[in-house]
């Protein structure tokens, strides 16, 4: 493969306080790529990982770096072509669903620029967040996407978002009015992108990002069965929502 990418066995979290409490534990493994240096698998292997420009904002640019170039482009940001890492789910057997895409974008001497976190929801929606990180990966941002369908869409997210290294380690709080934090956390550890631990992981985590989207229907279900209400959805019509 790729000697600059890495899998990251991990266990992701969620805990909701109010106005039930409920967590969510689910075991998965994500990809950290180059966006210059995407992999290419063997021929034989390709079903269990692709990376693909459509699965990524809005979904018409040639690349996912071009794709993410233009994003900045947007908001007055020009890296010269500086190094942009990016954590996420490969397309597997077909399927993906990324509920979360973190970019690390740098200039070109390697200096951190900005972070750019790319939200999906499981309505087809996307919808990006430009952070501007301090040294510990620190920020925050308004609530601007419809995620959950028991949260309306207000608030505002603290994120930790450190580069991976040899541990992948993040965390976001959405804190709102009058009401306990909703928490979330991704921890795990890296392992090279060698072709055994992609089947590795692939025997121990099949239909990978299929079992994300279907944990995340069933998690929904059972709190809407306890009472939960639902909250509106509001579709918005920025290009990052066009698929």
């Given at each position: 493969?790729?000697?600059?990418?890495?899998?990251?066995?991990?266990?992701?979290?969620?805990?909701?306080?109010?106005p039930?409490h409920?967590?969510?534990?689910?075991?998965?493994?994500?990809?950290?790529?180059?966006?210059?240096?995407?992999?290419?698998?063997?021929?034989?292997?390709?079903?269990?990982?692709?990376?693909?420009?459509?699965?990524?904002?809005?979904?018409?640019?040639?690349?996912?770096?071009?794709?993410?170039?233009?994003?900045?482009?947007?908001?007055g940001?020009?890296?010269?072509?500086?190094?942009?890492m990016?954590?996420?789910?490969?397309?597997?057997?077909?399927?993906?669903?990324?509920?979360?895409?973190?970019?690390?974008?740098?200039?070109?001497?390697g200096?951190?620029?900005?972070?750019?976190?790319?939200?999906h929801?499981?309505?087809?929606?996307?919808?990006?967040?430009?952070?501007?990180?301090?040294?510990?990966?620190?920020?925050?941002?308004?609530?601007?996407?419809?995620?959950?369908?028991?949260y309306?869409?207000?608030?505002?997210?603290?994120?930790?978002?450190?580069?991976?290294?040899?541990?992948?380690?993040?965390?976001?709080?959405?804190?709102?009015?009058?009401?306990?934090?909703?928490?979330?956390?991704?921890?795990?550890?890296?392992?090279p992108?060698?072709?055994?631990?992609?089947?590795?992981?692939?025997?121990?985590?099949?239909?990978?990002?299929?079992?994300?989207?279907?944990?995340?229907?069933?998690?929904?279900?059972?709190?809407?069965?306890r009472?939960?209400?639902?909250?509106?959805?509001?579709?918005?019509?920025?290009?990052?929502?066009?698929?």
């Amino acid at each position: 493969m790729v000697s600059t990418a890495a899998l990251y066995p991990c266990v992701v979290r969620h805990t909701r306080r109010a106005p039930v409490h409920h967590a969510l534990r689910h075991r998965t493994y994500m990809w950290l790529v180059d966006t210059d240096h995407i992999p290419e698998l063997p021929l034989p292997l390709r079903p269990l990982a692709r990376f693909r420009a459509r699965d990524h904002f809005t979904g018409r640019a040639p690349s996912i770096r071009a794709a993410l170039d233009g994003f900045l482009a947007e908001h007055g940001i020009d890296l010269e072509g500086g190094r942009v890492m990016m954590l996420t789910h490969a397309r597997v057997l077909g399927h993906v669903f990324n509920p979360l895409t973190l970019y690390w974008c740098h200039d070109p001497d390697g200096r951190p620029r900005c972070v750019v976190a790319e939200v999906h929801n499981t309505y087809g929606g996307r919808h990006a967040y430009l952070l501007h990180t301090d040294p510990a990966g620190r920020a925050d941002v308004d609530k601007e996407f419809y995620v959950s369908p028991f949260y309306p869409v207000d608030g505002r997210y603290h994120m930790r978002l450190p580069l991976p290294g040899d541990r992948l380690q993040l965390s976001l709080r959405l804190d709102r009015p009058g009401s306990p934090p909703f928490t979330a956390t991704v921890h795990g550890t890296r392992r090279p992108a060698t072709t055994g631990a992609l089947l590795r992981l692939s025997l121990r985590h099949p239909w990978s990002t299929l079992a994300v989207s279907a944990a995340i229907r069933f998690h929904g279900i059972r709190l809407f069965l306890r009472g939960l209400p639902v909250q509106p959805r509001q579709v918005r019509h920025d290009p990052e929502n066009a698929t």
